[in-house]
């Protein structure tokens, strides 16, 4: 029986470099590693603990590199993203090899440390049977996975990804790996849904007080796999200035509505800005909302129909859900 | 009592409604002085940034008027703009906005009394709201209105490939048959 060593090294042959997650800073952290031989391969986590969606890597590396080919662990949220690059022409699909494997869900690192605040210093970190199980020199701590997951990762219905389509020409070659298991409590409540019972004056105060914290560093955008315009972001622009340097309120505010608006009919909402926001700021809200205006009026969710075209580079003559407002 | 006023942006299509403002003021129709007009060259130029950036900057309501379906001078133009800004008018309540401080119409060049019922009903809703409320150091409507006046060709070399693809005869054919 091969082994995912194996597999892996098997990609190498077909692939100049395997995109996948290596050890971060410490054990409880990630990294993306680009894995060009199979030693550096045999690094790779696939564990919760693997949080980073690397479809972002995608567009700037094939552009960059752009006689190689390119194998891409990914969990069935990267997939839509990839799917919906691929939509718009900014990856070419034929030259990537999708490695998929069962999705257990993504760790909220933030929740283990609030959960224990002594990883901060953690030493060795496993995920077990269902289960993180922190070590330190002399002590060791278990904590129930579901209790420290992603609540995007606990939310969602995607987890085998066995029947979502892929674009036409990538290959897609699935690890033989056990099924993950499925979440056994509830899922928790819609944020967005609970988010929008609050009154609309309540709303307007609460992003005024969340961008008060914002430190403008755009790990969101950064972190974004459909924020391919790099330095040509209307966020740096000059002329015309939409943004200025300032630490204002409405500066930020008016990103973050940017953000969003540019996501419409393109955001798989795999949750990785609002991960990569240090402040803890909730901006997945404002995509989650673009996502279900479009689905009530496309009927569209992006990433899944590798064919269809995204709602806002199209129209129909009478469109089935908005009036003509004539 | 003096009649507050309020301020509401217009982003009106030079081929239509630009023309339909136009004789309803060569017609002599009472309107309410509230509006203040940008024209554009045809609603698809119509970035929802625009109507986004005017409401942080203090403006009251925001409208939006282009030529009816199907008259678009570009063909397509108001195809593509009715799904951009209806996606932006069920957008904003998640920001606390009321989603009628931004409205889009179709008024023609002959319509010149529609106009005057266009902006006169859009102007009584504003009326009905509570003034847009300010953000503590916004740049103010002013500013933002001088800003529109330089604004230079948009475009991004990153999505070069995705617009094309995007071009009227291969995409929206597709959608539309």
Redesign the interface.
């Known amino acids: 029986m091969s082994t995912i060593t194996d597999t892996f090294a098997s990609l190498l042959t077909r692939a100049d470099v395997l995109l996948g997650w290596g050890p971060g800073y410490d054990p409880l952290h990630c990294a993306p590693l680009f894995a060009r031989t199979p030693e550096e391969a045999s690094r790779i986590i696939l564990d919760a603990r693997a949080v980073q969606s690397l479809a972002p890597y995608l567009?700037s590396f094939l552009k960059e590199h752009p006689d190689e080919r390119v194998a891409v662990l990914a969990r069935p949220c990267q997939v839509r993203s990839i799917t919906a690059l691929a939509q718009?022409?900014?990856i070419d699909p034929g030259r990537l090899i999708l490695v998929l494997f069962p999705c257990g869900g993504r760790l909220d690192i933030n929740a283990v440390l609030k959960a224990c605040p002594k990883a901060e210093i953690v030493e060795t970190a496993k995920v077990d049977g269902g289960r993180l199980i922190l070590g330190w020199a002399h002590e060791e701590a278990s904590l129930p996975l579901e209790g420290v997951m992603n609540s995007g990762c606990a939310r969602c219905t995607l987890r085998e990804a066995a029947d979502l389509p892929v674009p036409a020409g990538c290959e897609v070659v699935r690890l033989n790996l056990p099924p993950a298991s499925p979440s056994s409590s509830a899922p928790p409540e819609d944020p967005?849904k609970k988010?929008?019972e609050m009154a609309?004056?309540?709303?307007?105060?609460?992003?005024?007080k969340e961008m008060s914290r914002c430190i403008r560093c755009y790990a969101c955008r950064d972190a974004c796999p459909m924020c391919?315009?790099?330095d040509?972001c209307?966020a740096s622009s000059r002329?015309?200035?939409?943004l200025?340097e300032?630490d204002?309120?409405?500066d930020k505010?008016?990103f973050q509505?940017?953000h969003?608006?540019h996501l419409?009919g393109r955001c798989s909402g795999c949750g990785e800005c609002a991960r990569a926001c240090p402040m803890g700021i909730p901006v997945g809200?404002?995509k989650m909302?673009?996502n279900a205006?479009?689905d009530?009026?496309?009927e569209y969710q992006a990433g899944i129909d590798p064919a269809a075209?995204p709602?806002?580079?199209?129209?129909?003559?009478t469109?089935k859900n908005?009036g003509?407002?004539? | 009592m003096p009649v507050l006023e309020r301020r509401i942006v217009g982003f009106l299509c030079n081929w239509c409604s630009y023309g339909g403002a136009d004789t309803a003021g060569v017609s002599r129709f009472t309107q309410p002085t509230d509006l203040r007009i940008v024209r554009l060259p045809c609603t698809g130029r119509m970035n929802p940034i625009f109507a986004v950036k005017a409401l942080l900057s203090g403006a009251d309501g925001v409208l939006v008027s282009g030529c009816h379906p199907n008259d678009c001078h570009y063909t397509s133009g108001n195809f593509y703009a009715r799904r951009r800004l209806e996606t932006l008018k069920r957008f904003l309540p998640v920001l606390g906005i009321d989603s009628a401080r931004f409205a889009y119409t179709w008024v023609s060049a002959a319509e010149g009394r529609r106009w005057q019922e266009v902006v006169t009903d859009f102007t009584r809703v504003i009326h009905e709201l509570p003034p847009m409320p300010r953000l503590d150091d916004d740049t103010g409507i002013d500013a933002f209105l001088r800003t529109l006046e330089t604004l230079p060709h948009p475009g991004c070399p990153e999505h070069a490939a995705s617009s094309r693809s995007a071009a009227p005869g291969t995409d929206d054919l597709r959608n539309t048959l």
């Open positions: 567009p718009e022409d900014l967005l988010f929008l609309p004056k309540e709303r307007w105060e609460f992003w005024k391919v315009c790099r040509s209307v002329n015309p200035h939409w200025t300032k204002s309120v409405s505010l008016l509505i940017i969003a608006l419409a809200l404002l909302q673009m205006v479009m009530e009026l496309f075209a709602p806002l580079l199209a129209f129909r003559e469109e908005i003509e407002k004539g």
